[in-house]
């Protein structure tokens, strides 16, 4: 692993479905061949097995045009997919990685825009996928990029998409690669009603930062949905814990784990999602809320397990689907955390906008709360330890 690692996040790239297709690096601007190389290596050590799709296995990664033309012979071409932009197409070195990388078998995908013409002919031959940046010409522009694509035999991928209309549309015509949807802008109904699931969780939650609750109040509070006894359990008997002695009741498990532990594991019961939702959604808000925990540790924040919280709640409308400003009204919150949710006021909306804007590649709008050597380490961290959790609860 590169000594000094570059600031890097992993943005979901989503199939028709909206289940995870592939993956692809946001990467700090202006980075030189050496640096290109350190984020390759940083991507195929520690990245390459974290993300997983249906079938189980390592999703693909597509690798922006910076990374792809600095890709080191002897890398899995079954991993990487190359997105490389045809307007580079006169330049005799992108010419010359372009035949470099189809001769070495990479499944190659070209980067195009609706303002500009189709790629030439020699690249379209070689090229598997074409990942359109969608533009100013909307639906009429992509209708026109599918049209290319279906004479050469292409898939379809799209960035940017800007909303939902948009994507049934695009799916019409063939696209089976999207971003740009769903994290970044949800589909919310004025109006709506968290879930009675929900309000015990939240309950349960404002019930164990109570000093005064003991075991037994735990328990009546989840006696109100008795599925919740089970999921509680079997989160915390699973292997993320690493617990020596199985926990076989609610009292047993505030006893071995303690309140706050509890609370955390509680929490992500919130996070559910469900039937058609994207399952990327739920792994995105553990990655979320574990970041905000450990910049508030490293800061020295008081209560760091409250920022946990309040970044797990920092996505709960993309999962509730009702707007944020209708949320908090629902919640049993106090006023810094509902400020955080609201604006990201106040210190804890300091951390979860800090965290946001990672996520988001938006590099240059962070304000350093730590040393910047250790950002991509943390979100790396994150990364594992929501992958974990999936896991363990998959089982």
């Not at 989503?14 to 946001?26: C, K, Q, R």
């Not at 379809?156 to 802008?185: M, R, T, W």
């Not at 944020?324 to 919150?333: F, G, I, K, T």
């Not at 350093?368 to 896991?391: D, G, S």
Request: hydrophobic share 45%; charged share 20%; proline share 7%.
């Amino acid at each position: 692993m590169p000594d000094s690692a570059p600031l890097l996040a992993m943005r979901a790239i989503y199939a028709s479905d909206l289940e995870l297709a592939a993956i692809e690096p946001l990467l700090e601007a202006n980075q030189d061949r050496h640096s290109r190389l350190a984020t390759i290596e940083l991507i195929n050590e520690e990245y390459s097995d974290l993300i997983e799709g249906p079938a189980q296995r390592p999703a693909p990664i597509f690798l922006p045009a910076q990374l792809a033309s600095a890709l080191p012979p002897g890398l899995s071409t079954e991993l990487f997919v190359p997105v490389l932009s045809p307007l580079q197409a006169q330049d005799s070195d992108i010419q010359d990685v372009f035949q470099r990388l189809a001769d070495a078998g990479y499944r190659l995908a070209l980067e195009v825009s609706d303002a500009h013409p189709p790629p030439p002919v020699s690249w379209l031959q070689q090229a598997h996928i074409i990942k359109l940046q969608y533009g100013a010409q909307g639906i009429q522009g992509a209708q026109k990029i599918a049209q290319v694509a279906e004479q050469y035999d292409l898939e379809l991928a799209v960035d940017n998409v800007p909303g939902h209309e948009e994507f049934l549309a695009l799916q019409e015509l063939g696209y089976c690669f999207f971003s740009g949807i769903l994290l970044d802008k949800p589909d919310c109904a004025s109006g709506g009603q968290l879930s009675n699931n929900r309000m015990t969780l939240l309950q349960l939650l404002s019930a164990l930062r109570d000093d005064s609750t003991n075991a037994s109040d735990i328990e009546t509070i989840v006696l109100n949905d008795p599925g919740l006894t089970f999921k509680i359990l079997r989160m915390v008997n699973s292997a993320a814990l690493s617990l020596s002695r199985e926990v076989d009741s609610l009292a047993h498990a505030v006893n071995l784990l303690g309140v706050q532990q509890l609370q955390r594991w509680v929490s992500l019961f919130l996070l559910e999602t469900a039937p058609g939702q994207p399952t990327e959604l739920f792994r995105a808000s553990l990655i979320r809320a574990r970041m905000c925990e450990i910049l508030a540790e490293m800061a020295d924040r008081d209560q760091p397990l409250t920022y946990f919280l309040t970044g797990l709640l920092s996505n709960l409308d993309l999962i509730a689907e009702i707007p944020m400003d209708e949320l908090v009204d629902q919640l049993p919150l106090n006023q810094e955390i509902r400020d955080a949710l609201l604006d990201k006021s106040g210190p804890m909306g300091q951390v979860v906008g800090e965290v946001a804007h990672y996520e988001a590649g938006e590099f240059e709008q962070l304000t350093y709360l730590i040393p910047k050597a250790h950002y991509e380490p943390c979100y790396r961290h994150c990364n594992a330890w929501a992958t974990q959790i999936q896991r363990s609860l998959s089982h």
